[in-house]
């Protein structure tokens, strides 16, 4: 029944204005019809990132650690990074940053998964990819980035997931699908 009344009064925007344009995304404020009463609503635009699951020749998952400044700590994540253009493919960007992140890249990226990270407010979406055949490269950091890379056993990486102790939504997403994928 619900499914049917949204069809009927879908929501309506009425205006987008933008509010504030970052390096890497932009914060709009949007007001919409809903059900007949008008409302603000706020929406952050990102142009799209990339994430690698990168496996070692002995299984293990390359992770990168690195301060993020919203959560004032550092964490353990999937190499990943934002599109350098909003049309860029981004198996493209994938291939970049795995050797820019960790010093190592391969002729060959599989499709894992897509995730959006934030649906409430957040279009940003990022699709993850499998690198196997890794060949030792060179890191290409940005200036503004310290990364350090690490190798761990998927059931390791699942135990800090189920444990509240990796909270990064692509990196939990890339791992889960990868070992139910490839691990069971």
């Known amino acids: 029944m619900s499914d049917q009344k949204n069809q009927e009064t879908p929501v309506k925007r009425l205006e987008r204005s933008l509010?504030?344009?970052?390096?890497?995304?932009n914060v709009y404020e949007d007001v919409v019809e809903v059900n007949g009463h008008i409302a603000h609503w706020d929406y952050i635009h990102h142009d799209g990132a990339a994430a690698v699951v990168p496996v070692t020749a002995e299984g293990k998952i390359?992770?990168?650690?690195?301060?993020?400044?919203?959560?004032?700590?550092?964490?353990?994540?999937l190499p990943a990074g934002k599109l350098d253009e909003p049309d860029e493919p981004k198996i493209q960007c994938a291939y970049r940053e795995l050797e820019e992140e960790t010093g190592f890249r391969t002729e060959h990226m599989e499709y894992l998964i897509s995730v959006n990270t934030t649906v409430a407010f957040c279009n940003e979406a990022i699709d993850i990819f499998v690198a196997r055949d890794l060949i030792p490269s060179?890191?290409?950091?940005?200036?503004?980035?310290?990364?350090?890379?690490?190798?761990?056993?998927?059931?390791?990486?699942?135990?800090?997931?189920?444990?509240?102790?990796?909270?990064?939504?692509?990196?939990?997403?890339?791992i889960l699908a990868?070992?139910?994928k490839f691990c069971r």
């Open 138 to 174: 060179k890191q290409h950091l940005d200036e503004d980035e310290e990364i350090n890379v690490e190798a761990w056993e998927v059931k390791d990486l699942e135990e800090l997931i189920y444990s509240g102790k990796m909270t990064d939504g692509k990196t939990i997403a890339g």
């Open 19 to 25: 509010k504030y344009q970052g390096n890497i995304l």
């Open 178 to 180: 990868y070992a139910r």
């Open 62 to 77: 390359l992770m990168v650690r690195q301060y993020r400044n919203a959560l004032d700590r550092y964490t353990l994540e």
